[in-house]
């Protein structure tokens, strides 16, 4: 028994190791990018153009994001750590606070007893697959970082929490003082996360007539307090009505389909619930499964979460917190339907699972080493350059399907990425910092037409199109492609002004799937 509780102590420890040491790497390997150059040009403007380190700077800084972004803690930090922080050390602590998340995932799941290698294993691997790494851009960006993975470690702390004190089981003193500024932070850090939890708890203490501990109504008042100082800023309210705007919903359907791809957990468990309805045996299990305390705080948190990201539309990567939920209710339903692999660990399918991961970071490590190369040589040539030229270089747009979309690619034709960089590096607007080699050449007085549809024009798997009285911010993003073979093939397109070798303007049109391949024969808007 003693040989192998030590052999699974080493294990833990080569696997805890192991998660540090790549999410490290990632993120070290990650480039300031899209939203943490904004966060950049923000502080900028509030300390009056010095990235000098500067208390009314940050006052005002703070002051802006509140007024005219949001309230969120998140991202009051994300000038510091883009600015100050050493690369290095906010690698490291990121990677600790991923691991601790999947060792909190883990613990839920297991409730009181220790966790095995097998089961931090397991907790591991569906992160891998199921989490949304990337949407238009990735977790690993420093601003998506720090909005997503802090908010959901304290999400789950916050969830024990109440479970453990709503069991009857209390904190002592400091631990106690701890957990109150835990809930708090919750709800300063991330609105997103903070109000379907604080949604649940008050749900779960009306179904139980209010009667609920003392201490349980102070994790409960911690996190109302940081809820209302973070979702209390008018620039999220703004952001909701402009939501809730009826125009706002013609593109319902595709982000449908995007919402059902990013969380197909919720959809199978959704399914098999509904299923299971009209068995009697299947009712008994689901009723166990609904009974049990925490699945109630898990599956009530994840409900609201996911009525949330519908109604406000949000972007893929707020269901980061939902997809987590669900990996640790789908793991905590395997385990009470008898099947519990995680109680003994087996030591050769854990060094497998381990070498399988390692293999698979080896290779999105080296593409994402290829793409921080490249944009590093591309911020070099914006300093040496002149400020009014672009660079005409064909940049990693795809990475291959075996990395499961982790690399940070396509970076360089997003809106916000160029104006950012545009305003830092005193360019003009109007003018990308960067673009393919096929355009630099490319005869835009004959230009090449797409056949059913001759107002685009079409270079390679770029589309084009005249630019003049056109904002390219309010194109749809969302299109069916007539491939040469006559596949129709639906892409997120990013939409990018420029000003054409022959001084006319025009808009560059960058699909973001890999199998949307020209020439095109057809182009139209997808609902």
């Known amino acids: 028994m003693k040989g192998l509780l030590a052999k699974d102590t080493t294990l833990m420890s080569i696997i805890i190791l192991a998660i540090i040491l790549i999410y490290a790497s990632f993120s070290w390997l990650c480039p300031i990018m899209i939203d943490d150059y904004m966060f950049w040009d923000k502080y900028l403007t509030a300390n009056n153009g010095s990235i000098l380190p500067s208390l009314s700077g940050y006052c005002n800084y703070v002051r802006d994001l509140w007024l005219y972004e949001n309230g969120r803690l998140a991202n009051m930090l994300c000038a510091p750590v883009v600015l100050w922080m050493p690369k290095l050390a906010w690698a490291i602590i990121l990677a600790v606070i991923i691991c601790a998340i999947y060792l909190s995932a883990a613990s839920l799941v297991n409730g009181s007893r ?40 304290l999400t789950l702390a ?62 409960y008042i911690a996190l109302l307090c940081g809820t209302i100082i973070s979702a209390g800023s008018p620039a999220i309210w703004t ?62 948190t994840a409900s609201i979460s996911a009525i949330m990201v519908i109604i406000l539309k949000a972007p893929a990567r707020a269901t980061t917190g939902l997809n987590l939920l669900l990996i640790i209710l789908l793991l905590r339903t395997v385990k009470s339907l008898g099947i519990n692999p995680f109680q003994k ?76 960089v545009n305003n830092i590096y005193g360019r003009p607007e109007d003018i990308p ?16 037409t797409i056949p059913e549809k001759p107002v685009f024009c079409q270079a390679g798997d770029i589309i084009l199109m005249k630019g003049d009285n056109i904002d390219a911010d309010k194109l749809p993003y969302n299109w069916r492609f007539t491939l040469a073979g006559g596949e129709e093939v639906g892409s997120y397109v990013m939409f990018v002004p420029f000003i054409a070798n022959n001084g006319e303007r025009w808009i560059a049109g960058f699909p973001t799937r890999i199998q949307v391949k020209g020439p095109f024969l057809n182009i139209k808007e997808s609902y």
Request: hydrophobic share 50%; net charge positive.
């Open 433 to 448: 910092p960067v673009l393919p080699k096929v355009l630099e050449r490319y005869d835009f007085s004959n230009p090449v």
């Open 345 to 420: 660990s087996s030591t050769t399918a854990v060094i497998v699972s381990l070498i399988s991961v390692c293999l698979f970071y080896s290779g999105v490590l080296l593409w994402q080493f290829k793409i921080f190369d490249e944009n590093h040589q591309i911020t070099m040539l914006l300093k040496d350059v002149d400020s009014d030229e672009t660079i005409y270089m064909d940049t990693i747009r795809h990475a291959p399907w075996w990395t499961l979309s982790h690399p940070i690619v396509d970076i360089w034709y997003t809106s916000g990425q160029i104006r950012f």
């Open 114 to 153: 220790p966790v095995s290698p097998l089961l931090l294993m397991s907790v591991w691997i569906c992160c891998i697959l199921l989490l949304p790494w990337h949407d238009y851009s990735s977790l690993m960006l420093i601003d998506y970082a720090l909005n997503y993975f802090p908010s959901t470690l």
């Open 158 to 219: 916050t969830i024990w929490a109440a479970y453990r004190i709503g069991s009857g089981r209390r904190f002592r003193n400091a631990r106690y003082c701890l957990i109150i500024f835990v809930a708090f932070l919750t709800g300063v850090f991330h609105e997103g996360f903070s109000m379907p939890l604080l949604a649940a708890l008050s749900v779960i203490a009306a179904t139980r007539r209010f009667s609920m501990p003392g201490q349980w109504w102070g994790v």
């Open 239 to 300: 952001r909701f009505f402009t939501v809730m705007d009826s125009r706002t919903q013609q593109h319902l359907l595709p982000y449908l389909r995007t919402l059902v791809k990013t969380t197909p957990v919720l959809l199978a468990m959704s399914t098999v619930a509904i299923a299971a309805l009209p068995f009697r045996k299947s009712r008994q299990v689901l009723n166990s499964i609904i009974s049990d305390r925490l699945n109630q705080y898990l599956i009530l």
